[in-house]
Structures are given as C-alpha cells and as structure tokens.
C-alpha cells in the first residue's frame, strides 16, 4: 500500500515536555514525544531560537539521538526504555545561524564542534533575484488559480526595492497572493492579479502608507 512518511512541524510551542512520554491519568495511555511520532518521517523545529526553552536545552536532549539514532523514554514509574530514532531533524530559523537568543535575551553561541558535527548540513536561504522572483510569482499564481501578469509583476518588483526599499524575500510572491485572494474571497469576487489589489496587499502586509 502505497503511503507518506510522517511530517511533524514544531514551532515556538515547544517544550522539553514535548520531547518525552506525557502520560494521561484519565485514559490511562501515553502521547507519544514528537520525535516518535515522526520516526521514519521528518520533524521540523521551526523559528528555532525562539522557544520558551534555551536552544542549547533542547540541542543537548537531542545530542545522543542524532549520533546514536536511538532515544531513551521515560515511564511514568521512572523505567526507561530505548526507542529508535530514525526522524531526519530540521532546524529552521531565521535568526543569526551562530548566535542564537534565548527568551532572557541572553545570547547562546552554538558553535560547540558536538552540536556542529550532529548537524552537519547548513543551507542559508537566501533572497532571491528578479527572475527567481518572477517564477516563484508564476508558480504561486498558477497554485491559487489567479492569472498571472508580467508587467504588473515587473511593476510590483520595482515597488518593492525602489519605495519600500524591501529585498526580495522567496515568501512576498505567496504572502501577497494571498492578501489578493483573501480581499477576493471577502468582496466575492474572482482574485485578478492587478496593480490595485497589489498595491492594497503591500499595503496591508507592510503597513505602507
């Protein structure tokens, strides 16, 4: 039978709680830890840096599990277990990649060669030229079912750098469709990529005047 392999996303949610067996006394069963329940899968910590719990806490808990693939659960009676660990662990975050702030405002320096070795594939994405931006444009709209138009998206990329003095982030082509279909959506009305439900979305997204 044909079958997906599990995807679990995190986000600033995230406890160490999370990461162990959470039994509850009223059906009297454990909820798996997120790392069980993305075995063979991947799990996804993303806006990782802003967690209630340090960075450096939960790379620590997961230290021997991303070398050994293995974790250690613990029962409710303080029994632990081995369980294997075989979920491919993605840190996202769009803060400075060496140095991580805690919730204190402390600032953690994660350039320890233990956490460096355990991860050791780092892909900075960064922003993207005009005509990545123009695809990205042409993929999003071809995905919400809205026309796509060249010269106003020629026009918006100009708006952009030249008044809104703004890079060109991969996200704005999907964030601005959106804000277009979702105006639409409000006036019952069918999306139309033009200049003035662009500029309505730049509006709203960058509270530009």
Avoid: H
């Amino acid at each position: 039978m044909l079958c997906e392999r599990p995807r679990v996303t995190v986000g600033g949610e995230l406890t160490i709680e999370m990461l162990d067996l959470q039994f509850n006394p009223t059906s009297g069963v454990y909820v798996a830890p997120l790392q069980m329940k993305s075995n063979n899968g991947v799990l996804i910590v993303d806006d990782f840096g802003r967690q209630r719990v340090p960075p450096e806490t939960l790379l620590n808990r997961w230290i021997v599990p991303l070398d050994r693939k293995i974790d250690f659960l613990t029962l409710r009676g303080g029994r632990k277990f081995e369980m294997p660990f075989d979920s491919l662990v993605v840190f996202s975050t769009n803060l400075d990649a060496a140095a991580v702030f805690s919730a204190r405002g402390d600032a953690t320096v994660l350039n320890d060669d233990a956490f460096l070795r355990r991860i050791p594939n780092k892909i900075r994405l960064d922003y993207v030229n005009r005509t990545q931006f123009d695809e990205i444009f042409r993929r999003v709209c071809a995905l919400y079912g809205v026309p796509y138009d060249q010269p106003v998206v020629d026009k918006l990329t100009d708006y952009l750098s030249a008044d809104l003095k703004q890079a060109l982030r991969p996200c704005y082509p999907r964030d601005l469709v959106q804000q277009v279909c979702w105006e639409a959506q409000y006036e019952r009305q069918q999306p139309t990529l033009d200049w003035d439900s662009l500029t309505r979305a730049c509006q709203t997204y960058f509270l530009a005047a």
